[in-house]
């Protein structure tokens, strides 16, 4: 929708008209320049002080911004732009209050991402963490989730490689323009996350430099995507901490892995267990039984997927041989006559599944699934 975003734009340089109120006035189908000539009774309903009246019915709009945003989209190359009007838009976002009215996206938004789970921890993980946040990570991506983080050092990109390994979707919230890079650390990261189908988001316009108040900004949206938020290890003063109230806020489950008293670098996750804010988890099958009913479902066709996806195969005609078994178990005749191919060959291929654990053989050669 370029037109509702060339509004978007066009209003968000008048002063004093908070998001909040923008989208009150856009939710009423009316562009930014016929919200110059709505009554006053009209726009104090949208929330827009008397200055902010003042100062829309004296702007003169022009299209700079909105022109120059697209040109550096289109220079980088692989940019769009998703406005909350728009049904690519994540729909647990549009849920919390006062969601972003604009994204920038590398790669691109998908359905599966209702899906979502949250990991951030501390910047410098203890070896242990290292091993923990990455094991969840990757379990809960085979699981179906798809894990969204910040690309920072530490706990945030932990959690995109432990996705990356399991081959599966993980998205990463950027806190400043999505032409910036996180760190020098995070190049090699944000290129696999692309590389493996996963995406890079930001609320921030190209170009914008990240500042101690945008990345609160993330931590929110990295909750409000989410289904729920994992806080690996974290202090009592932390960032994480922060994502931790913003999914409290937001209604989103809130786990925290539990971690050695006494030491300080750890004393934040604790406090979260220990105040009944966070549900200490031990493994994947924790987070999976505080979903919905209806998510454990999707979960459980999603799992499916991902072990296919990830099983490798010798050849096409082995992935053929295993994809007919997954329909149902069949007698070795049965599949040689279904699929064309001698009964030499497919007792080779039926035997190299068996030994890698995919298939299991039965009495009167029938062969099926090993679940």
Known sequence: MQNKLK???RLEEVKYVTPVSLKA???????AEECKHLSDEELIK??????????LRATSFDDKVYEEQLEAAEKLGNIKIV?????EYPSNLKTIFDPPLYLFCQGDILPKDDRSIAIVGSRTLSRTGIQTIKKISRELSSAGF???SGLAMGADTVAHIGAIEAKARTVAILGSGIDKEVNVCSRGTRRKIIETGGAVLSPFRIGYEGT???FPARNRIIS?????????????KSGSLITASFGLEQGREVFALPNLIYKEKFEGSNNLIKTGQAKLIMNTQDVIDEMPEHVQNLLSLAAKSVEENIIQFSDKMEE???????????NIDEMSEDLGIDTGTLMSKLLMLELNGLIIREPNNFFCINK
Not at 224 to 236: D, F, H, Q, T
């Open 25 to 31: 006035l856009l939710n009423q189908n009316a562009t």
């Open 83 to 87: 406005t909350y009007y728009d049904d």
């Open 212 to 214: 101690k108040y945008s």
């Open 320 to 330: 053929k041989v295993y994809k007919t078994l997954l329909k149902n178990k069949m």
């Open 46 to 55: 949208a929330g827009i002080s008397k200055a902010g009246r003042r100062n």
């Open 224 to 236: 409000g995507m989410s289904l729920g938020v994992i806080i690996g290890e974290a202090k009592i």
């Open 7 to 9: 509004d978007i734009f």
């Open 146 to 148: 798809v894990i969204i």
